[in-house]
Antibody
Framework: EVQLVESGGGLVQPGGSLRLSCAASGFTFSSYWMHWVRQAPGKGLVWVSRINSDGSSTSYADSVKGRFTISRDNAKNTLYLQMNSLRAEDTAVYYC???????????????WGRGTLVTVSS | EIVLTQSPGTLSLSPGERATLSCRASQSVSSSYLAWYQQKPGQAPRLLIYGASSRATGIPDRFSGSGSGTDFTLTISRLEPEDFAVYYCQQYGSSPPPITFGQGTRLEIK
């Protein structure tokens, strides 16, 4: 089955760190760019970060730049998001999403995980 | 940053009716780079439309997308009970951040 499964969320104090994982299965993970998208409680979707297929290129939303690091291990079919210096406004469900890899239609997301909740609170 | 504004915020309709959801961009978006997603409570988003008008795999033909430039529309021709959800548009562009979403339209049963 083609799927993405996130893990690693939880409750963390402001200023703390957390590492999220996203396990991919059912497709050739190493061929796809991957993204993290988050959704604060009751709010809309916000793009966080992306990484290319071999991990050599990354980009970030301004709100997380310098604090979050996206990475991947293609041998383990796993995507990561290292989150440092966490703030209350980082509280959200974090989804990993597969880039559809379309040269014609730009970047859109054709496969999503179910998400993992990160709560930043003292 | 390209801001996507969706309207209405909430749309109340009955099964069998036609739904028209709007997504307006603050700058011109390549119509190839506009997608629509459906999200139900407690679930991940699901891709409906890409390239402004192409249906994703497995999406029923009652869903259609149209538009260009700054104005895009998602139409659901005859609402089924399972269509009541929140819908998001998303664009990809060159200006940072490269990917932005609209704030969503909630489609609720009247």
């Amino acid at each position: 089955e083609v799927q993405l499964v996130e893990s690693g969320g939880g409750l963390v104090q402001p200023g703390g760190s957390l590492r999220l994982s996203c396990a991919a299965s059912g497709f050739t993970f190493s061929s796809y760019w991957m993204h993290w998208v988050r959704q604060a409680p009751g709010k809309g979707l916000v793009w966080v970060s992306r990484i290319n297929s071999d991990g050599s290129s990354t980009s970030y939303a301004d709100s997380v730049k310098g604090r979050f690091t996206i990475s991947r291990d293609n041998a383990k079919n796993t995507l990561y998001l290292q989150m440092n210096s966490l703030r209350a406004e980082d509280t959200a469900v974090y989804y990993c999403a597969r880039d559809a890899d379309s040269p014609v239609y730009g970047i859109y997301f054709d496969l999503w995980g179910r998400g993992t909740l990160v709560t930043v609170s003292s | 940053e390209i801001v996507l504004t969706q309207s209405p915020g909430t749309l109340s309709l009955s099964p069998g009716e036609r739904a028209t959801l709007s997504c307006r961009a603050s700058q011109s978006v390549s119509s190839s780079y506009l997608a629509w997603y459906q999200q139900k409570p407690g679930q991940a988003p699901r891709l409906l439309i890409y390239g402004a008008s192409s249906r994703a795999t497995g999406i029923p033909d009652r869903f259609s997308g149209s538009g260009s430039g700054t104005d895009f529309t998602l139409t659901i021709s005859r609402l089924e009970p399972e269509d009541f959800a929140v819908y998001y548009c998303q664009q990809y562009g060159s200006s940072p951040p490269p990917i932005t979403f609209g704030q969503g339209t909630r489609l609720e049963i009247k």
